[in-house]
């Protein structure tokens, strides 16, 4: 439960939560346009405007049917059909989209002119906006002027983007979530909890003379305790929620000429890796990513293991172990022509290098191995996070089975709505450090330490959480974030 303070304590927290409030920055009260659909030619294309003079500039190169209607005079969120000109000349029919502050996306004023899509269309237009005073938008900064304006938090800011770049159906879900506030509302709760807590320590310090004490330790310790058990929830999420948003990673690893790439190459579906008989052909890790089934994989194809005296080779060995770390699927191939005592050995030396990842073994080359070689190796005795499956790379044989079982090992399904899921690597820098930060205060409250480290530990941990949301941002971070938006977002 929050902790719970008497009147004359609450009336500190104002005041002691504005060292932690977002900085005020100057506004740019320029104009800004960009084209906001994406580049090249197409049916229509979506020109934006968003400032104070922004319905004044389209005004400039506007004309209506109705030559008295003036695009100042409109009422907002509505739509006007005219044409945009170059002094007298033509140039395209358009709809005009307008939305007035502080009730649009980026709390100023905005237009939005559908055009047709033709590249000199487009051109002209965004050509005659700035010669009417508006200027280029910077990548990002239709959102970033929604940031600025308290339009949305930091994290929302970035799932804008993180929305646009989903390439599948869970990281559409997450970033759906985020934008809508669900994170942002966990790390909130957090930081407001974080800011009763250091009122008391706080208070305590400014009666430090007198040797009182405003907060109970072991409810301190109990509340610190719970905010560290939460912080630690969403760390251990990102390797999920960098997975979901960048791909599974997959390694496909064996011996050589087991059909490692001839795999690949059919997960695929295109001849990304060399095929040959030739023993160590794949001398390094070829990687790819592809969307399977609403899901994203990404498969490393690495070296041969086997035993060598080439030094590149042996490099592309050692790599093919390393990959066995970052995996969470490890696809192990072997050969089910050949030997089943060599297969089995091989499976007992993987399964010691590696420990939470999903070991699929897959026993290639079904279609010329013997039914008696089959039935061996089903007899094989698997752990609980093994699988056996055969196939025929060659010729895609039980190819949907393998990859069923890949989609049932991820199971994004079971991600609920109210499940929080980081997938940004910010966050995760942040609330590992806000971790490492309420652990030290948890440390000093059972020590016994004094309040003044107690109250730089907490203010800390505030300041990692206001990072994450934006109530504390540098100019820095700000332009690090947006420049990797696209121009007209």
Excluded: W
């Amino acid at each position: 439960m929050p902790v719970s303070l008497p009147a004359k304590q609450r009336s500190i927290l104002p005041i002691f939560a504005q060292k932690f409030a977002k900085t005020n920055r100057m506004l740019d009260q320029s104009t800004i346009c960009a084209i906001s659909t994406p580049p090249g030619s197409g049916g229509i294309a979506i020109i934006r405007l968003s400032g104070k003079e922004a319905i004044g500039i389209v005004e400039c190169i506007y004309e209506s049917p109705i030559k008295s209607k003036k695009l100042t005079d409109q009422q907002a969120n509505t739509l006007h059909f005219g044409s945009i000109k170059s002094g007298e000349e033509p140039i395209d029919d358009v709809i005009i989209s307008l939305f007035k502050s502080p009730h649009s996306f980026t709390g100023e004023d905005i237009v939005e002119i559908s055009c047709h899509g033709s590249v000199y269309i487009q051109q002209k237009i965004l050509q005659l906006l700035v010669s009417s005073g508006a200027r280029l938008a910077r990548p990002g900064e239709f959102t970033q002027r929604a940031f600025l304006n308290g339009k949305m938090d930091l994290s929302q800011a970035e799932a804008v983007a993180d929305l646009i770049a989903s390439g599948n159906a869970a990281a559409h879900k997450l970033a759906i979530s985020q934008m809508r506030g669900g994170f942002s509302r966990e790390i909130n709760q957090l930081r407001e909890e974080l800011l009763r807590f250091a009122a008391l320590i706080e208070l305590e310090l400014d009666f430090s003379e007198e040797d009182v004490e405003f907060a109970n330790r072991s409810s301190l310790i109990e509340l610190s305790t719970r905010i560290g058990n939460l912080l630690r929830k969403l760390t251990e999420s990102f390797r999920l929620g960098n997975a979901i948003k960048n791909g599974i990673p997959v390694a496909i690893i064996g011996e050589t000429n087991v059909g490692k790439s001839t795999l690949l190459n059919a997960l695929l579906n295109e001849d990304k890796a060399i095929v040959s008989d030739i023993h160590g052909t794949t001398r390094d890790v070829i990687e790819d990513v592809v969307n399977i089934d609403g899901t994203l994989f990404r498969f490393s194809d690495t070296a041969g293991i086997r035993e060598t005296h080439d030094f590149i080779e042996s490099i592309g060995i050692e790599r093919s172990y390393s990959q066995l770390e970052k995996a969470d699927i490890v696809l192990l191939v072997t050969d089910l022509s050949g030997s089943i005592e060599a297969i089995i050995e091989r499976v007992v030396k993987i399964r010691e290098k590696i420990s939470e990842q999903k070991l699929i073994i897959i026993a290639n080359k079904v279609d010329i191995a013997s039914a008696t070689a089959q039935a061996q190796l089903s007899g094989f005795p698997l752990l609980s996070n093994e699988e056996l499956v055969f196939i025929a790379a060659k010729s895609k044989e039980n190819l949907d089975k393998l990859i069923q079982i890949m989609n049932q090992t991820v199971n994004f399904e079971s991600i609920g709505p109210k499940d929080i899921v980081v997938t940004n690597i910010r966050h995760f820098e942040a609330l590992t450090l806000a971790y490492q930060s309420i652990q030290r205060v948890i440390e000093g409250l059972k020590t016994g330490i004094s309040g003044d480290f107690l109250a730089q530990d907490i203010r800390e941990c505030l300041h990692y959480l206001g990072e994450i949301t934006g109530e504390i941002s540098t100019d820095e971070i700000l332009g690090h974030i947006f420049k990797h938006f696209c121009i007209g977002k």
